[in-house]
């Protein structure tokens, strides 16, 4: 039997062939099979799901399917609504919706979760709240954002911790941490002022260079903070130095 990573390169193959109806079905199969095969499920929201998408620009029965699939997993999540996967399920929705295109259901079908499920998947639903323009509704899921800017500080820091700094492998993985927790400060820093509460927002932005301990990683925050990129440029860099070694 074909393991996903050799279902996955198939598709891929057949995808750059142009035979897209095979590179399709392997791509639904791939995304259920993923799901229970904890070896592969780290690849079925990345490069499964992406792989789908970019064969949907190309192909219109790729895009259908991938719509049916976000209809119908939207309807089992509110018919289900109670189960402990729910979160899970609405997350799958979510990126699906984001490969879309499509925010706006993820929005709408936010606002039909109920209140314990809501807050669960808050998170996740977030950046499709506020692209929406709904920020009294984030707001009052995402009540606090300067407590979550300082839960993401102090996982920045614990990780940092474990790295050695003076390896490229150690400085990659700050970077990658660095871009994770400048991910959730953008976040806060949308929510704030699309809230209009400006004067949080600038606090908030001080805040987050204060809250991190390594020098290091504070001196990656605040470059970010004054040339938003840098991070990501950083991490290609030092991938593309590696690779010449």
Request: charged letters at 20%.
């Amino acid at each position: 039997m074909d393991t996903v990573q050799e279902v996955l390169e198939r598709a891929w193959k057949a995808h750059s062939e142009g035979a897209f109806d095979s590179a399709l079905a392997d791509y639904i199969w791939l995304f259920d099979a993923s799901a229970a095969d904890a070896d592969s499920a780290s690849l079925r929201l990345s490069y499964i799901l992406s792989a789908w998408a970019k064969l949907a620009e190309e192909h219109l029965p790729a895009r259908h399917a991938l719509v049916e699939l976000r209809d119908r997993d939207s309807r089992r999540l509110l018919a289900q609504a109670g189960d402990a996967n729910a979160a899970v399920l609405f997350n799958d929705i979510r990126a699906i919706n984001d490969k879309l295109g499509d925010l706006q259901n993820t929005w709408h079908l936010f606002q039909q979760l109920p209140e314990a499920l809501a807050a669960q998947c808050a998170r996740s639903a977030l950046p499709s709240l506020m692209v929406c323009g709904d920020y009294a509704l984030a707001r009052r899921h995402f009540p606090h954002p300067e407590q979550h800017l300082a839960q993401a500080a102090a996982l920045l820091n614990e990780r940092r911790a474990g790295l050695n700094v003076l390896t490229t492998a150690g400085m990659s993985a700050l970077l990658a941490e660095v871009y994770n927790y400048v991910t959730e400060l953008a976040l806060v820093l949308d929510l704030l002022a699309g809230c209009g509460d400006t004067a949080a927002a600038e606090a908030a932005r001080a805040q987050a260079v204060t809250l991190v301990q390594s020098p290091e990683a504070r001196a990656c925050v605040q470059a970010e903070l004054d040339a938003p990129g840098t991070t990501l440029d950083a991490m290609i860099e030092l991938e593309n130095s590696s690779a010449t070694e």
